[in-house]
């Protein structure tokens, strides 16, 4: 997955020799042969790059799944807490339910629930994506709007805050994480939507945003979304180094190990990581025998990465272990 390291650094007939010839030379020679080497090692480094978080991963058939309960048929997103617990949530309700990763059965589960001038209702919508963030969860609705609430013991009813944005239904958001060095929430946008000028649409121009999701950042200080987006995901460069077409966000997720953002896209059967400035580092594709529709993504601790997908009559959760290296 990652780039090859350089063949300078093996350990092999080339180095052995060059290493060879220069032991009974002088010390000069010696010093010049290292400077050598250093020079060559930064090279490698520049151009055929470093480990990323996604070489920690196999992403094949070998990996562990469990079914979910009928009630996480379509889940949609899931997050882990800082103690390592792991929650998940449906698509059409803001029940969120704590999971056993290792089977798949639900722990248990609670109901966020918003006022109104009657009472309350338990929170139903579009819901894409959790989230924890210093002590709170956020639950996350496709046309940008943040609910923030406590946890709760199996059962209960807890009060959920509502937080609007100025994105809509036309950005399709659809991945929410919490990014802890800028106290911000992301959100990933399937969509771009910028209305055409009358002279572009005459002339059958196409929209410059039609192939950029944006990842935008609400700000947990002053609880707003910052205007410009924090970057940019650019389908076309996705499309020329992966090969893969169509990419969209479907969850996303910053990998605690790596400071590096994991994002999931369904429409494309892939994993990508981006750099905090949105550039592409590295991409795997999905087995479409496991994942049929990913739709969350999550990291704990110690980097095992949980892949969620929605299914005909069940969830799945898959895990995929850390390799040690």
């Avoid at 899931?78 to 617990?85: F, L, N, T, V």
């Avoid at 970057?231 to 020329?240: G, H, L, M, T, Y």
């Avoid at 999931?264 to 905090?276: P, T």
Wanted: with cysteine; proline share 5%; glycine share 10%.
């Amino acid at each position: 997955m990652c780039f090859p390291v350089s063949i300078f650094l093996h350990d092999g007939p080339w180095l052995s020799g060059f290493l060879a010839r220069i032991a009974g030379a002088g010390s000069l020679a010696r010093t010049a042969a290292a400077g050598l080497v250093v020079v060559l090692s930064l090279m490698a480094d520049v151009v055929y790059g470093v480990p990323t978080a996604l070489d920690r991963y196999v992403f094949d058939e070998r990996a562990a799944g469990v079914g979910l309960a009928s009630m996480l048929r379509e889940v949609s997103g899931i997050a882990i807490s800082p103690d390592g617990r792991l929650f998940a949530h449906n698509d059409e309700e803001g029940t969120v339910y704590q999971l056993d990763p290792d089977t798949g059965n639900v722990i248990k589960s609670f109901y966020p629930v918003e006022k109104r001038w009657y009472g309350h209702d338990r929170l139903a919508g579009d819901f894409e994506d959790i989230a924890f963030a210093d002590g709170y969860f956020y639950l996350v609705s496709s046309s940008g709007v943040l609910y923030r609430f406590e946890e709760g013991s199996d059962g209960e009813e807890v009060p959920a805050g509502k937080y609007e944005t100025f994105l809509d239904e036309r950005f399709d958001v659809e991945g929410l994480c919490f990014d802890p060095v800028e106290g911000e929430l992301l959100l990933a946008c399937k969509q771009w939507p910028d209305g055409l000028h009358l002279k572009e649409f005459l002339f059958g121009k196409q929209s410059t945003r039609k192939k950029k999701k944006p990842v935008f950042a609400f700000s947990l200080s002053t609880m707003s979304l910052q205007e410009k987006p924090r970057f940019v995901i650019d389908a076309d460069i996705v499309k020329k180094r992966s090969g893969r077409k169509g990419f969209r966000p479907s969850a996303i997720m910053l990998h605690p190990l790596s400071d590096t953002f994991l994002v999931v896209s369904s429409s494309a059967g892939m994993i990508a990581e981006f750099s905090r400035s949105g550039e592409l580092l590295d991409w795997s594709s999905l087995s479409p025998a496991i994942h049929g529709q990913p739709e969350g993504i999550a990291v704990a601790g110690n980097g095992d990465l949980y892949i969620s997908d929605e299914g005909i009559m069940h969830g799945r959760l898959t895990r995929y272990r850390a390799i040690t290296r």
